[in-house]
């Protein structure tokens, strides 16, 4: 089965803070993805990339930015984290060929 | 943004009952897909539907879509209390990312 994995579970973080928020699949997908998710808005698209060192922007990257040096790594920054940050964040990979998408366990960030 | 949008926001049922959520979209897709979320944790994939497909079955979910009214539905028949969980739609066009829309919270009680 394809594995996507999150790094932290639950972080927190103080305001002005420098967060990054690690992603890594293991089958090899070139398309990988970063939501955040709110209660009563759903998910929607920050990042994503269609292969290394590709990115595209979502329909909310301000305040983001994303790293993807290796295929199967998808990094999510926060340059300084701010309180409207706090989310939960989900990260999830396929492959061009299959629609369906892989998700990971989510990391909520709480900003303080 | 071709968010989708679920309908009902929430539903309570009892167990065995048949549940139904409703997705409408706003521009022409390739394939529609609905995605499951046990609390606090990732999506999982349940089903997909191409655009010129009509309806759908997999084990207790059947699938419609309608493409000339941009609308989805999703039934779960005989649910049990472990159907209890948040379902999106997500519909995908080629070239883009899925759009999710704000997702049906289902409670199946016993």
């Known amino acids: 089965d394809v594995k996507v994995t999150q790094s932290s579970r639950y972080l927190v973080k103080r305001t002005g803070e420098k967060v990054f928020l690690e992603c890594v699949q293991d089958?090899?997908?070139?398309?990988m993805f970063w939501y955040r998710q709110d209660p009563g808005l759903g998910l929607r698209l920050i990042y994503f990339?269609?292969?290394?060192?590709?990115?595209e922007k979502g329909d909310i990257p301000e305040g983001y930015s994303v790293s993807r040096e290796k295929k199967e790594r998808f990094s999510l920054i926060l340059e300084s984290a701010s309180t409207n940050q706090t989310s939960m964040y989900l990260c999830a990979s396929r492959d061009p060929g299959h629609e369906k998408l892989f998700f990971g366990s989510g990391t909520q960030l709480s900003v303080l | 943004s071709q968010q989708g949008e679920e309908d009902p926001q929430a539903l309570s049922i009892q167990e065995g009952e048949n549940a139904t959520m409703n997705c409408s979209y706003k521009t022409s897709i390739n394939n529609l897909q609905w995605y499951r979320q046990n609390s606090g944790r990732g999506l999982v994939h349940l089903i997909l539907i191409r655009s010129n497909e009509r309806e759908k079955h997999s084990g207790r979910l059947r699938v419609t879509l309608d493409t000339s009214k941009k609308s989805s539905s999703l039934l779960i028949t005989a649910s049990r209390a472990a159907d209890t969980a948040s379902y999106f739609c997500?519909?995908?066009?080629?070239?883009?990312?899925?759009?999710f829309g704000k997702g049906t919270t289902l409670s199946v009680s016993s």
């Open positions: 997500a519909t995908d066009k080629a070239g883009t990312a899925l759009i």
């Open positions: 990339s269609y292969d290394v060192k590709m990115k």
């Open positions: 089958m090899d997908h070139e398309n």
